[in-house]
């Protein structure tokens, strides 16, 4: 069942504007699935900004992989930042959302779009990724699975950027959901720790949001 539409019919005094369209989908999919959608609304461009900012320009071409990109919030701050001759792969799960992010750029020619869990994407040699999955809001077996398999597909000298939403340490108290957020954030400081992270706080966002910017193998990197 299609729930929303982008080929709105509006009188002329009244049209939407592809930024609200795009906030309203995003706010139905989160009321139909907030366990994947995991906010009320898109990224801001300050969080998309800070996500990408370790992309670099280059004379070779790049691969870059975005992973749960919604309504495409984060994927316009990549497209910004890519090279002529870079790709960027887009992972969603959401068939609704897919069908919006295949009109949205549809003159892409750079970008392709897979509808599936990032569990069953098997492309490799990344040079960068860039998630927006909420997770925080899935089980610990599957993030350790999904650190796994970033860290599988990415190149020796790859970055990894994720975020995660700022909420006040009560709704993170003794209750079920506080000992597997616990876990979670362990696992979160693991790779963290492992691959030179940096975590810088944006403001601006609703609710405002930890960015996390970690590199595969830094020492590699210093080396070049």
Known sequence: MQIFSIEIK???FFQ???SFKDNLLFLVQFLRDPLTIGSLFPSS???ANRLVELMQV???SKRYLEVGPGTGAVTDSILQKMGPKDTLDIVELDPDLCRVLRKKYENCKNLKIHQKSIEDFHEENFDGIVSSLPLNQFSVDFVEKVFK???KIMKPTAFLSY???KYPKIMTALTERGRRLKKIQT??????????????????NLPPANVRLLMK???LIAAV
């Open 58 to 60: 280059s004379h070779e």
């Open 10 to 12: 509006e009188p002329p």
């Open 163 to 165: 975020y995660e939403y």
């Open 45 to 47: 461009k300050a969080l």
């Open 149 to 151: 398999k970033y860290f």
């Open 16 to 18: 939407l504007t592809q």
């Open 187 to 204: 696992l979160k400081n693991f790779y963290g720790q492992k691959h030179h992270e940096r975590i810088e706080t944006v403001w601006k």
């Open 217 to 219: 193998n830094p020492n």
